[in-house]
């Protein structure tokens, strides 16, 4: 009766969520036996370079399967940049960024996806709302954003919560990953690439 009151006061505790402007979720339970899994845990291991990228499949704004193959197959650079969530101020100026310096970055060779776990309506009504040239890739399921390790632990207001991790990767023609940003400058996002 007590261990049964317990896991009900610590499933309460931790299913309260933040506010949703970051897109982040409070940590899960494992539903069986009401087991907590270690709030310790940092994110999982991050793609580190030299790296292949991590095989995938997820449908982008307008429902298309897209795959890891896709990508690499266009023979171009490849940007995936992760962030938090659609129509908020700090994704919207990042997105923006590489709408306005689009020109420049594909005649570099590159080629910009945007990935959050967002859904298809979301990333067709952001994409439609600022003129976006590229692809927006919905991972509801966080199965890419883990995969590259753009998806953990962060804190939000004082409290340790799951939620996307605003990551940029940088791959070569042949899908092996040249650099990471980690510290994205949202306003500059494109800059930092097209000046390291």
Known sequence: MCLLFFVRRVRMKLSIKTPDSDNLVSH????????IPNL???????????????????????GNTVTSKDLIKTGKKTIVYFYPK????????????F???YAALTAQGYNVVGVSKDS???????????GLPFRLLSDTSTEMLQAFGAWGEKKMYGKTV???LRRTFIFNEAGTLERIIEKVDTKNAAAQILEP
């Open 99 to 101: 709408r306005d310096n």
């Open 162 to 164: 799951l939620g996307t």
């Open 86 to 97: 659609d129509n908020t101020s700090g994704c919207t100026a990042e997105a923006c960024s």
């Open 28 to 35: 899960p339970l494992l539903p069986i036996h009401g087991i």
């Open 120 to 130: 298809v309506k979301s990333h067709t009504g952001f994409q439609a709302r600022h």
């Open 40 to 62: 310790a845990e940092k994110e999982l291991s991050m793609l580190q370079i030299g790296d292949t990228m991590p095989a995938f499949e997820v449908l982008d704004q307008d």
